[in-house]
C-alpha cells in the first residue's frame, strides 16, 4: 500500500480542494482562503500563490519577522458518482512567510514551512513525519487518475461489474435483485479500489491490487488488462 507519507504529498500536489487557515483570520469568501497554484519544495515545504490583495497575504506580509502558524487543509472527492464521495482529508500545519519575488506580477508566493502533517483517507488515518513528506514522491498515476476513473466507469461499467466474481462470498448470490454496481474509486500504482452498491442500500470496498506497481499509463493497461481477465475466468 502507498505511505502515509506518499498519500499525503500526491494529495498536496493533486488538483484537489485546498484552503489555508490562519488563526484569527476571518474572510468574507471562503476562496479567498484557496491558493491559486501549490507546489511542494526540495525542503517539504510547501509553496502557496495567492493575488496580493488577497487576506492571507496581508496577514503574511504584516507578520514578516514574527511566527505565524498556518494550516492547509485539503478535501478529496472522488472524480465520479458514488457514494460517500469524500475520499481523505489531508493537513499540513506549519509557519507561514511571504517569498516576494517568485510570483508573476498581482500574485505573492507564501511559503509554509511543513511542522507537521496528517491524512485521513481510505486507508485510515495517519499522522505523517515532515522529513518523510519531504522524501516522499507523489504517484506516478495522480495525474491520470481523475480521468482514467471516470472512462472505466463511463466506458467500462460492464467489465468492472464483473469484477464482483473475484469477491468469493461476498460477491451475494449474483441474481439480478441482488447485483453488485460496481463503482472504480481510487487508483494508484498498487491497484484499484471499487466501491460495490447493492441498489440503494449497503456499499463496500473491495481493493484489487496489481501483480507489481505500474510506473505509467502503458503498464496500467497491462495490469487492468490481466485484472479483467481474471474476473472472466
Request: overall charge negative; some cysteine; aromatic content about 4%.
Amino acid at each position: 500500500m502507498p505511505s502515509a507519507a506518499e498519500r499525503t504529498r500526491t494529495l498536496v500536489q493533486s488538483t484537489c480542494s485546498a484552503a489555508l487557515l490562519v488563526p484569527g483570520l476571518s474572510v468574507i469568501h471562503p476562496d479567498q482562503l484557496m491558493p491559486t497554484d501549490r507546489s511542494v519544495g526540495p525542503e517539504g515545504d510547501l509553496f502557496l500563490c495567492f493575488p496580493v490583495d488577497s487576506p492571507v497575504v496581508r496577514a503574511a506580509t504584516r507578520a514578516q519577522g514574527d511566527e505565524l502558524t498556518a494550516v492547509l487543509e485539503i478535501t478529496d472527492v472522488a472524480p465520479v458518482s458514488v457514494p460517500h464521495r469524500i475520499r481523505g482529508r489531508a493537513r499540513i500545519a506549519g509557519w507561514l512567510t511571504a517569498v516576494p519575488g517568485l510570483a508573476r506580477p498581482g500574485r505573492m508566493m507564501l511559503r509554509l514551512e511543513t511542522g507537521e502533517a496528517s491524512v485521513d483517507d481510505l486507508w485510515g488515518c495517519e499522522e505523517v513525519d515532515p522529513e518523510a513528506f519531504r522524501d516522499a514522491v507523489a504517484d506516478p498515476l495522480a495525474e491520470h487518475e481523475a480521468e482514467m476513473l471516470q472512462h472505466l466507469h463511463t466506458v467500462h461499467s460492464g467489465r468492472m461489474a464483473t469484477l464482483s466474481t473475484l469477491l468469493g462470498d461476498r460477491a451475494g448470490c449474483g441474481c439480478a435483485e441482488h447485483r453488485l454496481d460496481a463503482v472504480p474509486v481510487a487508483l494508484d500504482r498498487f491497484g484499484l479500489r471499487v466501491r460495490f452498491v447493492e441498489g440503494t442500500r449497503a456499499c463496500f470496498d473491495a481493493r484489487f491490487d496489481f501483480p507489481d506497481p505500474v510506473r505509467d499509463i502503458s503498464e496500467l493497461r497491462r495490469a487492468m488488462h490481466i485484472l479483467f481477465e481474471a474476473a472472466s475466468c
